[in-house]
T-cell receptor
Framework: EDQVTQSPEALRLQEGESSSLNCSYT??????LFWYRQDPGKGPEFLFT???AGEEKEKERLKATLTKKESFLHITAPKPEDSATYLC???????????FGAGTRLFVKA | EAGVAQSPRYKIIEKRQSVAFWCNPI?????LYWYQQILGQGPKLLIQ????????DSQLPKDRFSAERLKGVDSTLKIQPAKLEDSAVYLC????????????FGQGTRLTVV
């Protein structure tokens, strides 16, 4: 069964303290892995799509990487405005369903 | 570019009542999704449309939930009758389709069943 597990559930950082969020996945074949950001009371906002192992994408302080079993979202020198829930999702080949993980709640303190 | 529009933003109903949610996707997006997000969890796909047709509704509780997409554009999701465990945020999303499967989400409808 296709599955997505995110860790940690919550992460508290000081401003400027770099860290990484993990997304482990189990799918029969990967069509794409997605990262989203969700602020309280809002819908998820698309960040990145990764398609194959070894692929990396960057946007401002965020960098997403992908291996055959997991993805990391690296946050460099975070700011308080980076505080949000970060969601990972996978779409398997041979189907259309996108499966989301439970998310990592990130808190960045000034 | 206008985003995905959803209404209402909030709804409170009693159990066994009916409720309907409306979604207008981004213009030109062929794929439309309805997700259920329970507090503290990630979104769970309820139903996915490609134009007018349903491509996945495997997790839609069909005894009480129904959805339609009119003329391949707007969509409605209905719950009849509602249960306490249906309390959640209902998110609508759309995407271009094809390999560009990143989805753009609306703000959601927060449903409380009392």
């Amino acid at each position: 069964e296709d599955q997505v597990t995110q860790s940690p559930e919550a992460l508290r950082l000081q401003e400027g303290e770099s860290s990484s969020l993990n997304c482990s996945y189990t799918v029969s074949g990967l069509r794409g892995l997605f990262w989203y950001r969700q602020d309280p009371g809002k819908g998820p906002e698309f960040l990145f799509t990764l398609y194959s192992a070894g692929e990396e994408k960057e946007k401002e302080r965020l960098k997403a990487t992908l291996t055959k079993k997991e993805s990391f979202l690296h946050i460099t020198a975070p700011k308080p405005e980076d505080s949000a829930t970060y969601l990972c999702a996978v779409q398997a080949t041979g189907g259309f369903k996108t499966i989301f993980g439970a998310g990592t709640r990130l808190f960045v303190k000034a | 570019e206008a985003g995905v529009a959803q209404s209402p933003r909030y709804k409170i109903i009693e159990k066994r009542q009916s409720v309907a949610f409306w979604c207008n996707p981004i213009s030109g997006h062929a794929t439309l999704y309805w997700y259920q997000q329970i507090l503290g969890q990630g979104p769970k796909l309820l139903i996915q449309f490609q134009n007018n047709g349903v491509v996945d509704d495997s997790q839609l509780p069909k005894d009480r939930f129904s959805a339609e997409r009119l003329k391949g554009v707007d969509s409605t999701l209905k719950i009849q009758p509602a249960k306490l465990e249906d309390s959640a945020v209902y998110l609508c999303a759309s995407s271009l389709g094809g390999r560009d499967t990143e989805a753009f989400f609306g703000q959601g409808t927060r449903l409380t069943v009392v």
